[in-house]
């Protein structure tokens, strides 16, 4: 079996060297294509019954009858049926050679080419696209091809597919399809629930052995689709352009005209103008200020976190505050678009230090999301605002889906019960406003958004707690980060979230109070802060919290360290993750001491000021050897710490890992989208971990521990406003201060001017 | 290129013997498989992007939003996923030899066998299915397996797969899909808008290298899918075997008892064993009565025959009065399931001559639907009963979609106008109920349902015609049934039909006056015939029918005679139908002399007595070379008028042509489902031309007329509630009456009582 293999070329190109049908879905998702705006998987233009064509277009979600809301797969537009000598052109392991597809991050263009056999013919191929990130509207392909033998019929059919779906969920509600000037081919679609607008325009040139042709299409109209069919005999060349525009009804920039008259302007340019365009704006959007510069004695690490970065640049709704990042980004079908508590926990962090704008529409999203929060609230017994543990639309509320998957044992349908009871979400959208605050210094938001955020979620976590007989106020029946534990009691994280929520709630309440009594009355009256304050006051320090044992060991829950243990190593050995599930079902899995994830660890990220490194080593030790990493939001969150306490070698270990999440040679770990949050971590395990970046009492200490692999270190950042550059070599850390005024930072235990 | 062939072995098989994705969809079509309440594809097990998956259960219509009602596309259970050494299976034109793939019409059964060579191995596949003739609930399949070099690990993914949609638009909603006993699978969805509950079930029986296989398969639930994996090692052989049963919520049928118990008992049967029950349910159903002997030079005669009426048992639901035959059966998504006067003109007067309970359970869909074709009549302003030119469920009223395709100039979908002017259907359903009760003297279904029809229709017409200024009346701004021919007056075969149908409410009135006074008090509650049938009496002799000019010719319209000629020749000999559109759109194909099918021949069909041969063959003559022959409603026509007028060599060819509208080696005719009423058109030719059965004036005349080519014509049929068998040849007829009392026919001009 001649498997592909993935291949990392230089800094910046990903690629795969060779073809097989059984591994389309992983370079589908990590090659994938887009600019916040629009994503196309980098699915093939010819068809595979395995191939998976996803076009998503940030924020158009739509509610399939009672399913939950999900972001749905819009027309496809740059699939081609092409045939040769009237025989459809595919590839198989067989009668292809030379294949190479890649993706190169910096320009954001993939290609494919590669040598293709007909039974009396060979032909070269190149196929080429891109999604724009100068005009987020559009994209285009450019496929070549040479025949090598003589010359050939090609006919290719090429337009605009509807007929795709959600796994089987149709969406769309035909309202238009037509040619425009014989030409021009376009689609106008409305998502069936929410009523939203989709349009897409096609216009095509094409040149055989050199000229231009001017030769009309033959208009193919089926159902929810629309094509034309050019017919070319082909002596030495043909080259197939398609120039392709997405618009939504949703569209905060509103565009002037007819959609097919600009893109026929566009078109001017040409493939290699608009690519060209595309990929200056993709370096001054993302690569001109967020590159980071990484010397490591593994070239592949560089490479990684360019990819990371790309995929943060390409998921990131940066330009609409009325969406955030999906836990695939806009990738795959997989969490159907939501976003969870991946958002601010793993990804924002990258946000907050590079691209503080893009961070605060995040935090806006959430916002905008408290009225269906306080519904979620109020609908399960408590006060504040309760975010959803899934989130779609800011006012759809919780989302989560209340099946998946299927219980070995009793055959039923696995219920999902993340959305009932993880809510550790709550205080994580918290700390979100918290650290952007703190790191941005963006008091204006605060003000509009940020108090009212901390205020309500303070007030669900003072309803949600419930009294013990110890005197004490507990959380019980939650599911804390680890997954594997479900209905667990006083999980740590949990908790100690819920009551730094509760305490941050006083000290803004303080804060406003004293600064903005009038702005405080604002607030009052959309929260009631004020009347509920006081008894946040009293009850915050009852919070019951978990404390070290004599082995210096933080309990997860009230019940993780008495379960029984089992072998586990056939699970953490599997290439692939949730191996587990194959043997136990959920009920049994949380009757183990097993953990899908990093739980106490994520905590020592969030405050490892407030414990020691015996603590943070103790518990490593503990804890890691139960833990399967069945989660991507796992290995990151232990490699920082490791890399803290001075592990180096397995942070290391474990960060090499982590950036191997979604680019190892394990062909399926990606098949339904990217992780994107693990994207984030490996940021984080560059910027917290390797140069230990760290608000602490609201000021930035930079603590750097290079691990030995890695020599150098060297990006730029904001910081309270100010533009800054880091640069981190030979144990010396260089802080440049690019704009603004002086501010300061510790550094190494030592407080800066810079 | 090797393009594959269609071969026809002996009277009962048709082949296919090689392998070409190109051609897919035509042997799905011709061989699928159904007993009239389901229908299942010939698809292939394993997946190509361009096989068509569809099943289909009658009746089952469901709306897609604001779509015209369809018969949507269930969830598929006979597609498998075979995987050997990890690598997909499935075919190319490189590694498959000696591929067969045939459907037995006698047995139902369709097998497909080959070899396939892997990159280091060989096999030998025999896949086999069937649908049950004997429970209609009931199918299986039976694959085997043999590798031929060296053993082989194989895995089979099986089970059911809800993602389908028709073409993109998805009319299923999930309710649940599980696991029973960790070996059924079960999935039960419902329509999204007519609330109709599917249920599949699915088990399996496995034997490896003789012994079966007690293994539990490996759960996987996806979207809208449920799966179970199996994994074999294979020495010398492996069987596979699915079994699957479909119910739904508006079977007549009701079951008693879980659906996956039923499923079990059946298993135990095996696959031989459910196959040869199923084989003799056929034979007792179809073959045993209805089996037309005819003897001919070209042996495939015999064969097409067979074709037509396997095709006609498998497309009609005769179980349930509830429904109609599609135009395309059940056997594609084309017309979206459905029914047209394709019923009534060309499939019913199969079904009246030797399957009466069907066409009486045919027949009482339309009156089921008299209320929506009420509704459509008080819709357009007008009276009586409107029968829409599309049903589907009989209460729908019109379903005619508003847009198909695409005009070709202005690039705009083009307008479907049928629904709104074809209005010959009228008539034609009423001609149904005369033809029916004319045959069979079953006058309980005239008490019942008949008269109300020819009543309510008349009704309609008398409404519908115009005053003219000549003193007639007249029907103006109709499609005839030359669909070419759009917005005309005076159609010859709407007029005709439309005087005959008033005429014949009248007799019918007289006779119930006369007979059964109190039925018609009844009716007359229901209809009030009694207020209009004077204004009936008064007006239908008026209406404007059309006369022979000096040429004999009758006018098609009042137009048509007129309109300018152009080079027909590239558009008659094109393989496939409607090149015109290409060229023209539908306005100006209006303006153009030129015909898609019979239209003045229609009516020498239904009222042939009426005609000299004279006028017969001039208006042959005439009008024959102006026709595209676009229908498949029209070769059968004009082939038995050619046989009637004696133009014996040109009615066999066209005979011929009609036979093999669907099975010739033209890949693409019928790629989203057969030509209906071309079975019924086949089998006309046969007993309306060669046999020259007719009813004239309430009496079955018989004067056969056989081509050189064919020596002897034998079958049963019923007439009059007898059965009766006849047998053409050397110039003979011998009838024979099977059972019952004495009846009168007319044999070549005599009077016979038999």
Same mark, same amino acid.
Request: charged share 25%; proline share 3%.
């Given at each position: ?47 595979? #019954? ?30 081609? @049926? ?74 290719? !059919?090429?337009?605009? $597919? ?46 055989? @052995? ?8 033959? #208009? ?135 691209? #503080? ?13 408290? $009225? ?26 919780? !989302?989560? #889906? ?106 803004? %309440? ?141 942070? %290391? ?89 002086? !501010? ?11």
């Amino acid at each position: 079996m001649g498997c592909c293999m993935i291949v990392y070329d230089g800094e910046f190109i990903i690629g795969e060297d060779s073809f097989d049908e059984m591994s389309l879905n992983k370079t589908e998702s990590i090659m994938c294509q887009g600019n916040g705006y629009i994503c196309v998987r980098a699915y093939a233009e010819e068809k595979y #019954p395995l191939r998976v064509v996803n076009t998503f277009i940030a924020g158009t979600f739509n509610k399939y009858f009672d399913e939950v809301t999900e972001l749905p797969n819009v027309a496809d537009a740059f699939s081609l @049926d092409i045939f040769i000598e009237g025989v459809r052109f595919f590839l198989t392991r067989e009668n292809v050679s030379d294949y190479n597809k890649s993706l190169n991050l910096k320009t954001g263009e993939l290609v494919r080419s590669f040598k293709f056999r007909s039974c009396d013919n060979e032909f070269e191929f190149e196929m080429r696209r891109f999604i724009s990130a100068d005009n987020i509207h559009l994209g285009a392909s450019k496929i070549k091809v040479i025949p090598l033998i003589k010359s050939a019929n090609i006919v290719v !059919v090429s337009g605009i $597919d509807g007929k795709v779906t959600n796994s089987g969920d149709a969406h769309f509600i035909d309202v238009m399809r037509r040619f425009y000037e014989r030409e021009f081919i376009v689609s106008h679609t409305k998502t069936s629930q929410s009523n939203i607008d989709v349009f897409v325009n096609v216009g095509h040139r094409t040149f055989v @052995d050199g000229e231009e042709i001017f030769d009309l299409p033959k #208009p193919k109209m089926g159902r929810k689709s629309v094509f034309g069919e050019f017919n070319f005999e082909v002596g030495s060349e043909l080259i197939f352009e398609k120039y392709v525009s997405y618009y939504t009804s949703i569209d905060k920039d509103v565009v002037d005209g007819q959609y097919y008259e600009i893109l026929r302007e566009n078109m001017k340019l040409g493939y290699e103008g608009l690519f060209l365009r595309s990929a200056e704006a993709l370096f001054l959007k993302l690569w001109k200020n967020d590159y980071i510069e990484i010397k490591s004695k593994n070239y592949i690490d560089q490479l990684s976190l360019n990819y990371a970065l790309y995929h943060m640049f390409v998921m990131t709704p940066a330009h609409d505050n009325r969406m955030n990042i999906g836990a695939k980004g806009l990738s795959g079908e997989g969490y159907k678009g939501h976003t969870f508590w991946d958002t601010e926990v793993f990804l924002l962090p990258r946000f907050i230090v590079q691209n #503080p704008l893009a961070a605060r529409s995040l935090l806006e999203y959430r916002y905008l999301g408290l $009225d269906g929060a306080r519904e979620k609230a109020k609908l399960n017994g408590y006060c504040g605002a309760m975010f959803p543990w899934e989130s779609a639309n800011p006012d759809d509320g919780e !989302v989560t #889906p209340k099946f998946s998957g299927v219980d070995v044992f009793s055959g039923e349908p696995a219920k999902v019960i993340t959305g009932d009871i993880e809510i550790h979400i709550v205080a994580d959208v918290a700390f979100g406003v918290y650290l952007y605050r703190n790191f941005t210094g963006d008091d204006d938001f605060m003000c509009r958004f940020g108090y009212e955020i901390i205020f309500e979620t303070a007030k669900f976590w003072n309803s949600r707690l419930e009294d013990g007989d110890d005197g004490l106020l507990h959380i019980c029946d939650v599911i804390g980060p680890d997954e594997y534990c479900e209905h667990v009691d006083d999980n740590m994280y949990t908790n100690y979230l819920a009551k730094w929520n509760m305490e941050y709630a006083i000290d803004c %309440y303080n804060e406003i109070l004293h600064k903005n009594p009038n702005l405080l009355i604002e607030i009052d009256l959309k929260t009631g802060i004020c009347d509920v304050i006081n008894d946040i006051k009293l009850r915050y320090e009852k919070v019951y919290i978990s404390t070290p044992d004599e082995d210096l060991i933080i309990n997860q829950d009230s019940s993780y360290r008495n379960l029984p243990e089992i072998d586990l190593t056939k699970y953490k050995e599997a290439s692939l993750v949730a191996t587990i599930s194959q043997d136990y079902n959920m009920e049994q899995i949380s009757k183990l001491k097993v953990s899908k994830q990093a739980d106490v660890m994520v905590l020592f990220l969030l405050f490892g000021e407030k414990f020691s490194d015996d603590i943070k080593k103790a518990n490593f030790d503990y804890y890691e050897p139960f833990c399967l990493h069945d989660s991507s939001l796992s290995l990151s969150s232990y490699a920082i710490l490791a890399n803290d306490i001075g592990y180096f070698d397995y942070g %290391y270990e474990l960060f090499s890992r982590a950036t191997m999440i979604d680019i190892s040679q394990e062909m399926h770990s990606c098949d339904d989208g990217v992780h994107a949050a693990s994207y984030g971590g490996v940021w984080q395990c560059v910027v917290y971990g390797f140069a230990g970046f760290r608000m602490i009492g609201g000021v930035l200490h930079i603590n750097p521990k290079l691990p030995e692999e890695i020599t150098k270190l060297k990006f730029g950042f904001y910081y309270l406003g100010r533009r800054l550059e880091i640069k981190i070599e030979n144990g010396k850390v260089d802080l440049k201060n690019i704009s603004g005024e002086a !501010v300061s930072i510790i550094v190494g235990g030592k407080l800066l001017e810079v």
